[in-house]
């Protein structure tokens, strides 16, 4: 493509130009006024913010979950090197803030619903799997074992805790022994309600006989705390179960009691 | 904001966007590894004890 006459620009290339206009730069962006400035300034923190705070909430519902999932086989797998590490050591008399002592199963929640639960209630314990409330039974004790865990986010352990029914079984494994505990019924004798939705204050529901705050201890119970309702903190899930029988010893039952099977 | 740190960045388009691709990676990870676990247990969205 070459032109005739030998000139290799443009043709719009040779049309002169138009003189140029006084003060303006051609390369320099355009001036925009200070409120202009702010506005888009502005405008940039707003839609920041909005998609942090959706980042936000990924984190919290699915990031920590992965985390705590991760932590929970770590734990899990401790567990059972200290259990096959030193068996036969008799009922759990004390645990240390933190440890990982047992693990909880519930058939209703998954047929391979199990979590390593910890001493403690703090955020650093409930972060890793379900909390023991300090100062509450052990399991297969007389009086009150309870546990607090999460609803949403940390590995949601009590997600579905609204899903429990009269009857169905709650797993205690200790290092030694099986605890099959039973969700009350709604006319259980004892006046206890399987299942009730409390202020977050209501300390009794945790105490030796639920909801009697001071009494002694009147059975072996079961209490799991979760918030509710869901992505709230407004109030507290709460079920209780009662121990079904005794301890079942691991050597007896390697696989667990059939309570684990339980199809419903 | 965005405009002044794009014009800030050295290079072409290309390099521009592979600075503000990393630049936008390292705040994510600042976020999610520092800013919100720190964050989340202050916030009053997950207490799930009785006290």
């Known amino acids: ?264 | 904001m965005y405009g002044w740190i794009w014009r800030h960045l050295p290079g072409g388009t290309a390099s521009r966007t592979v600075c503000a691709l990393v630049l936008l990676t390292a705040v994510v990870a600042l976020l999610l590894f520092v800013v919100f676990p720190w964050v989340e247990p202050r916030l009053p969205f997950d207490d799930v004890t009785v006290d």
């Open chain 1, 1 to 264: 493509m070459t032109d005739p006459d030998g000139d290799r620009t443009q043709r719009w290339d040779r049309v002169p130009g138009l003189p140029p206009v006084p003060g303006a730069r051609a390369d320099a962006p355009p001036r925009r006024g200070l409120w202009r400035t702010l506005a888009l300034g502005a405008g940039e923190l707003l839609v920041t913010a909005g998609v942090v705070l959706l980042l936000f909430a990924v984190y919290a519902v699915f990031v920590t979950d992965v985390v705590t999932a991760q932590r929970q086989d770590e734990l899990s797998e401790q567990l059972r090197e200290e259990w096959d590490s030193a068996p036969g050591r008799g009922a759990i008399t004390r645990v240390e803030l933190g440890d990982a002592f047992a693990v909880l199963r519930i058939p209703r929640l998954g047929e391979d619903y199990t979590r390593v639960v910890l001493e403690g209630t703090e955020e650093e314990q409930l972060s890793q799997g379900p909390g023991h409330y300090t100062d509450t039974a052990m399991p297969g004790e007389e009086g009150n074992v309870a546990f607090a865990g999460h609803r949403v986010g940390k590995g949601s352990p009590f997600l579905q805790l609204d899903a429990m029914r009269p009857g169905d079984p709650v797993v205690v494994e200790t290092a030694d022994s099986w605890f099959v505990y039973r969700v009350l019924a709604e006319d259980d004798p004892s006046g206890i309600p399987g299942m009730q939705i409390v202020r977050p204050t209501a300390l009794e529901v945790i105490s030796p006989t639920p909801n009697a705050a001071g009494a002694a201890p009147s059975g072996a119970y079961l209490t799991l705390t979760t918030c509710h309702p869901r992505y709230s903190a407004r109030q507290r899930l709460v079920v209780h179960a009662r121990l079904d029988g005794g301890a079942l010893s691991k050597a007896q039952y390697p696989d667990g009691p059939d309570a684990l099977h339980e199809n419903r």
